[in-house]
């Protein structure tokens, strides 16, 4: 099966998240996290930025010792040489540099031609060589840029030594269709397309995020970049744990195999969620609070026959776990699971009287708590007795 490669840009893009800003510490601490969970590289930060992100960036490539370790830089020699300075200490190391390659970019915000564009590619790739074999390289806003410019940059990013080019839907306005077609436009247009990596790097303004990736996948694609709990800027990055978690419970249909630990997706998720200080929104895909939640009596009576009636993977492949939440859709199967764990053994006919004081108690509130319904068990024995 051919191996899809995860590259973290949460220290990068996802600090772009407004509001977040790590400190130097949880920066070292999220890149342990990741190394743990299987990426193979980590984009730490953006050097030439601050002293604080050089500092950083620095830091973990003294502390990390299996994944790669890379800076960003934009194609201006000052980035380039504290990309460089800054990883200098890695036992792996790579650094990501971009220009934007898009008509409202090069005109609006660069000013420049095409053909400055293409000099400076050439020279840029051509000089960071010299130091850094492992050279990856984004034509920044790649998917609304002109086809044949595209391949005109990226060929000449590749003919000075980019090891790996990176896809960037800067704007999260590609689709599924659109994204994975261009890696096949790629393989017809690139000649040594094989010999190099390829990464898709997408943002979700469109919700659309992780389908694209997975496009790019499904198309050729090497690698994925992204972030945890999909942070960023905007709308933010697609979430690298959903991408793992989709490869795997659809490699049926992808035919490819990561090495992410995703037994430690919770995990991750949970820790960076609480350094960014940026909650998981309850019903997200696999980390939300309510990814494994039953709360409706149709599907937890088919969750209590068999689990798969309502869950395509199991919450212990993430390091989560199921739960039945009992609330006013709840039907009476649930409810006499919940109260045998409880330790009320109540048999069908007792439940008669139960179910319609269980239903005057959810009707009231969201959720009924375990308190509740041992409150509501006493006052049944009582009632029984007299
Ligand atoms: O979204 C983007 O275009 C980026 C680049 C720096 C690769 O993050
Ligand atoms: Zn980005």
Redesign the pocket.
Known sequence: MRKITFYD?TLR?GEQTIGVNFTTDEKVRIAQALEAYGVSAIEAGFPAASNKDFDAVSQIARTIKQSKIVG?ARLVRRDIDAAIEATKDAAHRGI?I?IATSPIHREAKLHMTKAEVIEKIKADVTYTKQFIDDVIF?P??ATRTEPDFLIEAIQTAIDAGATMI?I?D?VGYSTPDEYGALFDFFQKEIPNYDQIGWST?T?NDLGMANANALAGVAHGATEIQGTINGMGERAGNVDLIEAAVALKVRQDKFQVETDIDLAQSMKVATAISQMAEMPIQPNKAVTGRNAFAHESGIHQDGYLKNPATYEILSPDMVGAHASLPLGKLSGSHAVMSKLSELGYEVSKCDMIHIFPKFKAIAEEHSLVSDEQLCDMMRQFHVEKAV
């Open positions: 840009t893009d960003l990501h971009f984004s920044e806003d990176n960037p800067t790097h943002h």
